[in-house]
């Protein structure tokens, strides 16, 4: 029989040396005779434990990690193509806590199958939910992203089957279905992942947007920080086209949709839906005024169903089980799950999918076992670049839209990076104005010329010149943002910046460091 | 990696005329002049622009809007060294500090050299952070005797 073993290709991975432990495993296994087929996966989103390599038994999979190129030998002779112990055994990997814990219905197969294989997309339950959908209709369909509660996972929580039903309901000669994958968010990944992992997952979830809104094409706009992610995605959208899930007749259904990857160009603001959108039609990522939305007036012109690539990749499992089994997951208004992503200082990052509702305290804690320095937490920011920073006292606060707008925070993308208590806060905040100043598009003034006088006023307190003059003109000034800014990237710059004042004040008011005169 | 095909109007119409009739199509062709020549040269954007039938100064302001694209090409080496907040959080200021004062490197500096810095802002490696993109291949946990692999191996690099 030949054993098959399984290596992640997920860049994260390769960026601690996946590509040369596969490489040392084909070579130790051909160097001594033993027949082995190694499978590329995407990740199961344990990072600490990359590059993590499983094994198939009659018990199940076993894992092993992390696996050093140099460590092949020592896994062959220690017999582990039967599960055999090693130093670096995980044991069944389905029972490793990390995984055990967690409640996946989006990255069910992430880690697990090929990514480009559609057989073993079909064979681990993929296209049940286009199935169902073209069996409901357009209609139905919609209704059961309705009741799921699914809210757009991108961060602005919009529900998701009101934008749909929005689409469906304008007459229109093309619609356009548009994924969000210009996943910028320091601190985030799940997009990534996916798009490496499952790809055919996300174009499932498309081609049921497609179908239900009566749009024929689909554009994914892919940030080019994601060289890996692009490549994959590009090559899943010729599989899926020549297996028949894309192209004039989706799986038989005598309706049409097909996919076009877009690659990005660095810029942040493009993550912002109306800049992507005139990214995409080849201008400036220049925000657009809202009103006309993208639903009645988007791409070209076009009614556009823009979703986040999380949104589309949920609805699969929503169609396939029904938008209520969906919503039992979850609390209050945020139904299902979130795919949490636990980085920065934190000792076991990774991908964590859970209903919504859990901790913070829980995820950093629990799931991440505390800082990688070992030294103690100090702030938490969740969201990404424009998230709130939390202070041990706000731990507690559950994870979901509601509670974190509550303390004056934000979901975002599900993106939790983990500081210790060398961060200086001030520093953070003055980090949030200069990304601003740096990725601003320049369309409105409070973000364009505030982000700027924004460093400057933080310079000033951390110079120690007028404080109380300046941090009463810094709070003025993230008001001004706050209300006037045209997106969420000046309109959200001031969450970080009063969050560091309000919860570290004691940053801004430290004694000025003794540094030659400027 | 980027190409370092040397600019050719020929090549570069070519690479155009493939890509005119689609939709939107002035990303994905800076992107394919890019990817042959290492960088935009201030002739593609007449061509691009005629080809369009946008205005030049239209065309400028797209090239210049994007981070990615260059106007002149690397000579060497191209790191894209990751300085977002989980970055931030391990030390990545750290780490420029360090290619400054051991090496001389400063990032976002000239193209010139074995290795150029660049900074960008997440990569997507954030449960391996610091992180950074060695042309295109991905790193993670990056410290100072990694930086100090990465430059020497860049000034091995034949030219």
Known sequence: MIAKVFVPGDSSALAVGAGATARAIADEARARGAEIEIVRTGSRGLFWLEPMIEVETASGRVAYGPVA?????SLFAAGFLAGGAHAKSLGLVDQIPYLEGQQRLVFTRCGVTDPLSLEDYRRNGGLQGLQRAISLGARATIEEVLASGLRGRGGAGFPTGIKWRTVAGVEADQKYIVCNADEGDSGTFADRMLMEGDPFL????????GLAVGATRGYVYIRSEYPHAFRTFGAAIVKARNGGVLGADVLGSGRAFDIEARLGAGAYICGEETSLLESLEGKRGQVRAKPPLPAIKGLFGKPTVINNVLSFASTPWILAQGGKAYAEYGLGRSRGTQPFQLAGNVKRGGLVELAFGATIRRLVEDFGGGTRSGRPIRAVQ??????AYFPDSLLDTPLDYEAMLATRGMLGHGGIVVFDDSVDMARQARFAFAFCAKESCGKCTPCRIGSTRGVETVDKII?????????????DLCETLTDGSLCALGGLTPLPVLSALDNFGEDFARPVPRVAAE | MLGKTPWNDEQARSLIDARRGEHGAMLPILHDLQERFGYIDSAAIPLIAEALNVSKAETI??????HDFRPEPADGAVLKLCRAESCQALGCEDLVAHLAGAHGLEVDGHARGPLSVETVYCLGHCALSPAALLDGEPMGRLDRARLDEIVAGAKRRPQ
């Open chain 1, 69 to 73: 190129a140099s460590e092949a030998g």
């Open chain 2, 61 to 66: 302001g797209v090239v210049s809007f994007y």
């Open chain 1, 463 to 475: 110079a120690g010149r007028d404080r109380p003059g300046n941090l009463a003109l810094l709070r």
């Open chain 1, 202 to 209: 996300l174009i499932e979830g498309m081609a049921i947007a």
């Open chain 1, 382 to 387: 969740v969201g990404g670049p424009l998230g």
